[in-house]
C-alpha cells in the first residue's frame, strides 16, 4: 500500500504556492477578489492574472486537493460524496418524494464540485443558449457567439487506452488547445456493442448522435467526460495547474470561509450602494478577516453558496431577511427564489457477465491491482468513469404527459429526458454485477428556492428544490421509465440483462418513483440573469448584482433557465465570457 501511495504522489500534476493562513498571505491589497475557488472561480482568476498588472486573490472555503487520491481517479467519483470534500448539504423534507430529505453535495475542495462531480461534458442544445440570449436581451449569450469561450476552455485528448475514435465523437466541433481535458472512455466494457445494436433495433425511436455537443442534442451518444491521461481534469488542476498559479499575481487562499459581504461606501442609495469588501474566517468564526478589492468582488461560490452569502450581507427580500433577524442592504426579492434540479432515477438490471467495476468498487483487496496499473500507467478501469452512454430524447406534444403544460424545453431540438446508461451500480450491493439505466428530467417545471436557517452565516440553509412538485414532471418520469423498459428490451440485451433489480409495475409505478427519485446535483437560477432594468432577477447579463457597484456573480446561479444538460460546462463557458466581459470594463489585457 505503501508502493502504491508513493506512486500516486509522483504522478500528480505540480502543484505551486495555496496559502493555508491569512497572516501567510505576502499582500493583503488586490484589484479582485474571487469568492470560492470553483468551477467558475479559477477561471476568472486565471483569465483576470493574465495580465501581469492585476492582482487576484481567490478564497476557497475548502482545502486542497493534493491528497485527495478519489478526486483523481475517474472511476472513484461517487466516493467523494458524503466525504470530507463535500460540505455535506441535505434538502428540505420533499412532499412529493415522501416526504425524504435528500443529501445535496456540493465541492468543499478547491476546485469547487469540479473536483467531486461525475465529471460528465455536456454543452446543452444550441436552443439553451439562443433562449438564454433572447431573455436577457444580450446576443453575446448566443450559440453562435460562446463558441470562442467554448475552444478557450476545451482542450480534447486521447482517450487513456488510446482506441480508434473514429464515428464516437466529431472533432470538427472541439477544441484542442484549451484550459481544461476532455476525453472519451479510456476503458471498454461488454456492454458497450451492445447498446449501438439495440440503437439500431428500436426502429428509430433511440437514434445514434456522433456528437452530442454539436448544438444537436438529440440521440444516444459516447460519453464525453472531463478526464485527461486517466485522471479528472478539474478546474484546479486546469486553470490552477503549475503553469498558472506560480504567476507571482495569483493568490489562492484555501480554509477562508466567507461570510458576508462589505459595504465600501457611506453614500446613501441604491445607485451609490458599492460592496467591494468581504469578510471571512479560518477557524469557524473565532477570528474573522476583513479585505477590499479596488476593482470588483467575484462571487462564484456556487448555486447554494452565492444566494447564502448575498442573504448574509443584506441582500436579498427585504422581509425575509428582518424575520431572521439580519439588517436589510439591498432589496432582491429574486435572491435565492427558482432554485431548480433535474430530478433522477436509477433503474438497475442484474446482468450475466462479471464485466462492470461492481467488484472493484466493493472490494478493496480485488480492487488493489486495478489501482496498482492506474498508479503505474493511469490506465485501466479506474481511469474512466461508469457512465458509457447519453440518451437524449423528446416526448410527442399530443402526449397526455403536457396535461395542458406548454413545452418547457428551449426548442424543437432540445430533449425532455435523458438516459444514462451506467456499467455497473454506483453504490453496489454485496453481490451481483448490474447495468444502470438512469433517467433524468431535463426540462422540469418544478421550482423551489433557497431561504436562511439564521442570522448565523455558518449555518447550513434551507435548501428546497421542490422535486416532482408539478403534474407534468412526474408524468414525464413515468414515460421515461417505459421508454427505458422499451430500450431494455431490444433483442440486443438477450442472455445479458437478467432481470431488473426491482419488479414494477403500472400500478405500484408512482410509488417506486417517489419513493427512489433523487436529484443530479445540479441546482441553478438562485441569483438569476435578466435583461438590463428588469423588475426582476439578480444579475444583469454582464452579471453585476442590479443595483450595486464592485460586485459580479459568476457561476452557475445566474443561469436563467436550467440547462438540458449538466451544469458543468455551461459554469465554465459562463465563466469564460464573464472574465472577457471584465477585462473589457478595466481595459485589461
Do not use: C
Not at 397 to 402: D, K, Q
Not at 431 to 439: D, S, V, Y
Not at 468 to 496: I, Q
Request: glycine residues 10%.
Amino acid at each position: 500500500m505503501l508502493y502504491l501511495v508513493l506512486l500516486f504522489y509522483v504522478f500528480l500534476p505540480a502543484y505551486g504556492i495555496f496559502y493555508e493562513r491569512f497572516e501567510d498571505l505576502p499582500v493583503q491589497d488586490f484589484d479582485f477578489i474571487v469568492v470560492g475557488g470553483g468551477t467558475a472561480g479559477n477561471v476568472v482568476a486565471n483569465r483576470l492574472t493574465e495580465d501581469e498588472k492585476v492582482r487576484v486573490l481567490v478564497l476557497e472555503a475548502g482545502g486542497s486537493d493534493k491528497d485527495a487520491f478519489n478526486s483523481h481517479v475517474p472511476l472513484y467519483g461517487r466516493r467523494l460524496q458524503g466525504s470530507q470534500y463535500d460540505w455535506n448539504f441535505t434538502t428540505t423534507p420533499q412532499a412529493a418524494l415522501n416526504n425524504r430529505s435528500i443529501a445535496y453535495p456540493r465541492g468543499f475542495i478547491i476546485g469547487g464540485s469540479s473536483s467531486i462531480n461525475l465529471m460528465v461534458y455536456t454543452r446543452g442544445p444550441s436552443e439553451d443558449w439562443d433562449r438564454m440570449a433572447r431573455v436577457t436581451g444580450d446576443s453575446g449569450w448566443t450559440w453562435r457567439s460562446i463558441q470562442p469561450y467554448i475552444r478557450k476552455n476545451e482542450r480534447f485528448v486521447p482517450p487513456a487506452d488510446h482506441h480508434n475514435t473514429a464515428g464516437q465523437f466529431n472533432p470538427k466541433v472541439h477544441g484542442f488547445d484549451g484550459v481544461n481535458s476532455v476525453t472519451l472512455s479510456g476503458w471498454q466494457y461488454s456492454s458497450d456493442p451492445r447498446v449501438m445494436e439495440a440503437i439500431t433495433q428500436t426502429n428509430g425511436e433511440f437514434p445514434f448522435n456522433e456528437d452530442m455537443n454539436s448544438g444537436f442534442q438529440l440521440g444516444f451518444g459516447w460519453t464525453q467526460t472531463t478526464v485527461g491521461n486517466g485522471t479528472r481534469s478539474s478546474s484546479a488542476t486546469s486553470y490552477l495547474g503549475s503553469k498558472y498559479i506560480s504567476r507571482n499575481n495569483l493568490f489562492v487562499l484555501l480554509h477562508a470561509q466567507v461570510l458576508r459581504l462589505k459595504q465600501t461606501n457611506t453614500a446613501s442609495g441604491v445607485a451609490n450602494l458599492a460592496i467591494r469588501g468581504v469578510q471571512f474566517t479560518q477557524d469557524a468564526g473565532s477570528t474573522t478577516h476583513t479585505l477590499k478589492a479596488s476593482k470588483e468582488v467575484i462571487l462564484s461560490a456556487g448555486s447554494v453558496g452565492t444566494p447564502t452569502i448575498l442573504m448574509h450581507s443584506g441582500i436579498g427580500d427585504t422581509n425575509e431577511l428582518a424575520e431572521v433577524g439580519i439588517k436589510p442592504l439591498h432589496n432582491l426579492p429574486s435572491v435565492g427564489k427558482n432554485l431548480t434540479d433535474h430530478p433522477l432515477l436509477a433503474l438497475l438490471y442484474n446482468v450475466n457477465t462479471t464485466d462492470t467495476p461492481d467488484d472493484i468498487l466493493r472490494n478493496a483487496t480485488l480492487a488493489e491491482p486495478f489501482e496498482r496499473r492506474w498508479n503505474e500507467t493511469r490506465t485501466g478501469p479506474l481511469s474512466s468513469t461508469q457512465g458509457r452512454w447519453l440518451g437524449w430524447f423528446r416526448f410527442n406534444l399530443s402526449l397526455p404527459v403536457f396535461g395542458g403544460t406548454p413545452d418547457p424545453a428551449a426548442g424543437p431540438n432540445s430533449a425532455h429526458y435523458e438516459i444514462i446508461i451506467g456499467n455497473g451500480a454506483g453504490n453496489p450491493p454485496p453481490t451481483g454485477h448490474f447495468l444502470a439505466l438512469t433517467i433524468a428530467i431535463v426540462a422540469p417545471t418544478s421550482t423551489g428556492g433557497l431561504t436562511l436557517n439564521s442570522s448565523n452565516p455558518l449555518d447550513h440553509a434551507l435548501i428546497n428544490p421542490n422535486i416532482l412538485d408539478t403534474n407534468f414532471d412526474l408524468a414525464a418520469m413515468r414515460e421515461a421509465f417505459f421508454a427505458v423498459n422499451r430500450f431494455a428490451a431490444a433483442p440486443a440485451w438477450d442472455g445479458y440483462i437478467l432481470s431488473p433489480t426491482v419488479n414494477i409495475t403500472d400500478n405500484n409505478l408512482n410509488d417506486f418513483i417517489r419513493a427512489n427519485t433523487g436529484v443530479i446535483w445540479h441546482p441553478v437560477k438562485t441569483a438569476a440573469m435578466s435583461a438590463k432594468g428588469a423588475d426582476y432577477g439578480v444579475v444583469d447579463p454582464d452579471l453585476r448584482v442590479k443595483g450595486i457597484a464592485g460586485l459580479r456573480i459568476v457561476d452557475a446561479s445566474v443561469l436563467p433557465f436550467i440547462p438540458t444538460g449538466h451544469t458543468q460546462v455551461p459554469t465554465y463557458i459562463i465563466a469564460e465570457r464573464a472574465a472577457d466581459l471584465i477585462k473589457q470594463t478595466y481595459h485589461l489585457a
